[in-house]
């Protein structure tokens, strides 16, 4: 078990989402240790995934990657990838954190990205870290790894180690910053969103990824189940969200993130008709109702106030039926879509480490932590306190990282 | 003649099954700065990294060229590993030849080895003649001057106060407190806005490092940061302030809907900022009231959204149902902005306690019925499609926050950026309240229009990034690159050629160059503030004379690699 040297000042942040990152940073940038933990293979988090950035329209990567590559290179910044958080309890001038690190049998300071071991593998077990990853490097998937040592015998550099183990590592720690962003919500338990029943019903992240134009499809709009273009696409907001049988609240994000989608999907292909089934169009923010109106006069979306009844394939063909009430003509409509886009069943993603019978952090019923009443830490930011977009996560990021600074300032006096 | 060593990575032959590196090799000896090229396996091992830095360092190359993956692969950590064998940073050169040549033209490998050979032969043109601009680098002042003391700047002084700074905070009005003062309660969590003010009013008053000075006016800023020099005026007193950084919270201003709604003719027609006056100071019940959102806000004239109006108008409605059950309360609305959870279910509770929501097209307003007297408000409801009359004795005008008129006038100043409305412009979304000068932070709604709570929450926000910036106790001029490791230079000047046109200073985005008078001469030069400078060479295109150069990228190299390329 590796320990590291306590030192009084140091915060451990969980997420190393957009609200972590600039967290660390703030807090590094004054002098502090931090310490990162992440549970996916890279920094970045959901806003890594996403292809462009509402309102500037920029790619979402470019501003990150140069905060990630700061992050990495800075002297009082470690990052643990592929760990999370098993246990956190007080201790004498803080908190004691054990934090499980998962392997990765490719050395990622190794890796040179060349693809031999992907070519070699004969069960696909080996894939890149992330679409956009710095510097880029694959991983093994172990699940799917049948150990055939096959990638080891191509891999130029002697990277591969099929044997790493997990590491347990146990830091002393004097803040805890929660920053666990948020995850999708399976919406299979409601029956109305045909989740599952037709390949080209998919989430919005789902969607993200599909049309990303470093993706899979180089940003070409095309079926999931026939490869053909489509020719109307149904963007659902709020499935699942504002709803009383799932999650209640607002996922904030959604109605910008529908608008950029459709009008991607306009500018790369104006023949595709694409339509946003909304509640309230929610564009609040810097420049976020004008985005809307531009995006709606150029590339003429259409909007329809109503929250579909049932989204079904249509029997004998590839197209999805949509049926919905247009509230605001009051008339009821069946409409033929060939991709359906859902969005909004974004929930927060807490750490949720059995504590002795207690989960950490504590949780509002909707999942949101609840630093009033966490036992740990007065401190998170991001998507897990409260539905934020990237703006929104930087400066409570920030924000959070003073209280932090403070905390420590006022905690100095009292031991003197 | 500089001598440059060139050095052509393999990369496991990732790059040589397309690249001949040995017939770029051949070529490169046309070359006459290239005093040798060698062909490597791989550079990211720590073990070549270490052989190929001591060959530099025994050779006494003066630069090196290495063409190998991009800094997007691992051609960064190929530099950081050379310069930390010792290898001069300065002196080395990246060019990418695997990513950008070999992977990308894997189909054409006659092409790609043209395009490596090319990009290389530029890169050693571009690095046997490029000079080296000198760093400077300064003590910063551990002031922070914040304009405005709404929820935003208070927050943002008490912060920087706590965290061990000397706060100089300005207002134009005579006391701190902002909007706030004149809210009854502030959402979501109902608080009484003069008790939530309190503390940080106390902390203004009574701690030492912060200064308040009301009635002021910002009327010079020059500097840069980590030390500007500020004049401004308050209560009719001049005075000046070396602070190292800025907080801009100047706020906004409520719109008054003046030819809307029949605003200002009759009594009970008011904006939502009067309601809560009456709100604070009275506790008479109001029978039936009617909110109408969107009074001015998401029209043509004012595209925009004002965030804080949907919220108001509820905490508002609420307030009325409390105080007397009885009471009728509607609020007449477009889209109902309550995003999130916590405003969601505040939404939610006030249909709870019977405010009624009523939606209306922004094609179909709703008419104010009544002479001298409101009576009621007619409205086509888009969800029944119907007409209501809703009774009312009070409508509520929902208008939206309009910048600080002095938002252009601090940003001529000061060389930041507005919004076509008159709003601060950030960097970009992942950098919110960072601006284009350095050392100069936005907040609250004079960047766009918050709730006092994200108001407070931006000010602390801002605070924070002032400390990152102060708290080293120095900053380099090269450290204000936006791209980590990179130095770009700055600007400098020939004062032999300089013959002080001031094209520079028109053109300069950042205001780094200025005319300084030679009073010997008769004449002016240009001189280049290094720590506003980011090097974007715009001053070097407008130069008549060449006097003019950013070092890293002077004329005698492009002019090189233009003609190596072509």
Redesign the interface.
Known sequence: MNSKRHNDTSALIVGGG?AGI?AA??LA???RDVYLVEQGACLGGQVARLDK?Y??D?CAFC??W??I??VQ?HPKITVYCRSTVQAIAKEEGGYRALIGEKPNSIDEG?C???GRCREACPEDAVRPVGEHV???SYLIDPDTCTRCEDCITVC??GAIDLDRSAVEISLLISEVIWATGFGEVDLSPLPEFGVGSHPDIMTSLEFEEWTAEAGLNRGKIVQKSTGEVPRAIAFIQCAGA?DMRML???S?VCCMHAIKQAQWVKRRNPEIACYIFYT???????????YS?RELRDSPIMLV?GRPGLIHPLPSTDAIAVKYEN????KREIARFDMVVLNGNLRPSAVRTADGGHSIPSC?K?G?VDVKTDKISRFACGFTL??????ES??????V???V??ER?VKNRTHD | MTDVRVYLCRCFSEVDRTVDLERIQERLLQNASVASSTIVDSLCLDSDIQRVAAEIKESGAERVVIAACSTMGRGDSVIEGLAEEGVDRFAIHLIDIREGCAWIHQDEPEGATFKAWNLIDMGVSLVAKKDRSDDVTIRVRPEVLIIGAGPAGLAAAVMVAKLGYTVHCLDRAAHPGGMLRFISRSYPNDEDAVLKLAPYLDEIHNNARIAFYPQARVETVTGFAGNFTVRFSSGGQERWIRPGAIIIATGAMVYLPHGLYRYGETQNIITQMELERRLQSESDSIQNAVFVQCVGARIPERPYCSTICCPASIKNAMRIVEKNPDARVSIVHRDIMMPGSILEDYYRRAMLQGVQFVRYRDDMLPAIKGYEQVRAVEVHDSITGTTRVLDADLVVLSTPLVPNPDNRYLADMLGLQCDRYGFFREIYPLHPLETRMEGIFICGSARWPVSSDQAIVQGEAAAMKVISLLGKGEVAASSFSRVPGQKFGHATVNPDRCTGCGNCVAVCPFDACTLQEIEEKYTYISRVNKMRCKACGNCVAVCLNGAMQVPEHNYRAVVEMIKRAF
Do not use: M, N, W
């Open positions: 957009v600039v940073l703030d940038e004054t002098g950035l309102p500037t920029h501003p990150l140069t905060d590559k700061k290179r190794l040179v990205f060349c710095y510097p880029p130029p550099t504002r209640p609240y607002c904030s309230d169009l929610r564009t609040v923010g810097r420049d976020y109702y004008e109106l106030r509230t605001e003509t009051q509002s909707e949101f409260e539905p934020a977009d990237v703006a930087s400066i409570q990021a920030s924000s990282a003073a209280r600074s403070i300032k």
